[in-house]
């Protein structure tokens, strides 16, 4: 599959995390195992922007995922001023596009720490996805080398002056429309991915990012 990589602050620890997931080692792992998450996690759910006014009444919630956002959710060092993904659900497998803007005051490098959260909601609440082997909501000790792992870099990155592995200097980088595609089918759903990246004892970067995956 496209393993790619898109990078600034922790955009990268989300994204990439979502292609490894989509890994074919990753497929098997689903099959393979029978816990209830992982049911929970191969399962499709409904995205909320779809259901009814009854639905939300029953369960008892107002507060509804009804479209693609972003949030820096902390960090002193990175950040995005700009996130856009398109279609808003995506769909996969399938083509999307990917833009983005961001800054980073420092430069990066080996090793660098991050940390994934994955929330799928369901009835309501969100569900944390656990780890499981490298996959779900895992803490990295040197994400440098989950991106070594990365077989390309997409063109616009690559122009942008960030590049898809470390070190990354600073600077601020604006990357507009990455054609990308997701070659996997992904269970549909709402999903809230919250990844951290701390470097030398500083907290980098957070990026809380709401995504929805519908067929
Ligand atoms: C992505 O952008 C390209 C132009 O670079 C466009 O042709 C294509 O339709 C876009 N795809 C989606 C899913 O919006
Ligand atoms: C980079 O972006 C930051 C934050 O948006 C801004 O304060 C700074 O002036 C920018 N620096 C350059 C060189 O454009
Ligand atoms: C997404 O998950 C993070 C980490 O658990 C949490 O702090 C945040 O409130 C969640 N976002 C939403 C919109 O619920």
Same mark, same amino acid.
């Given at each position: 599959?496209?393993? #790619? ?5 922790? $955009? ?21 195992? @029978? ?44 950040? !995005?001023? *700009? ?10 497998? +399938?083509?999307?596009? $990917?833009?983005?803007? +961001? &800054? ?13 959260? !994955? ?12 780890? !499981? ?6 803490? &990295? ?17 690559? *122009? ?25 089918? #992904?269970?549909? +759903? ?8 701390? &470097?030398?004892?500083? &907290? ?7 995504? @929805?995956?519908?067929?």
């Amino acid at each position: 599959m496209y393993r #790619f990589c898109w990078v600034a602050g922790s $955009v990268a620890v989300i994204v990439a995390a979502l292609a490894i997931q989509g890994s074919a080692s990753f497929r098997k792992l689903i099959e393979d195992d @029978t816990e209830l998450f992982l049911n929970f996690l191969k399962h499709d759910v409904l995205p909320e922007r779809y259901r009814s006014t009854e639905y939300f009444k029953n369960i008892g919630k107002t507060v509804k995922v009804q479209a693609f956002s972003f949030k820096n959710c902390g960090g002193n060092f990175a950040g !995005i001023s *700009k996130l856009q993904v398109v279609p808003d659900p995506l769909k996969l497998p +399938g083509n999307f596009n $990917v833009s983005a803007i +961001g &800054y980073m005051k420092e430069g990066l490098k080996s090793p660098l720490q991050a940390s994934l959260l !994955i929330h799928k909601k369901a009835a309501g609440v969100w569900v944390k996805i656990p780890c !499981i082997g490298d996959f779900g909501s895992c803490d &990295y000790d040197d994400f440098c080398e989950i991106l070594d792992m990365a077989s390309e870099c997409p063109d616009a990155i690559q *122009k942008s002056g960030l590049g898809c592995q470390c070190p990354f200097k600073q600077g601020n980088y604006s990357i507009p429309n990455i054609n990308m595609y997701g070659s996997f089918g #992904f269970p549909t +759903g709402d999903y809230n991915l919250t990844g951290t990246l701390h &470097y030398q004892g500083k &907290y980098v970067a957070c990026l809380e990012i709401i995504l @929805t995956i519908a067929t």
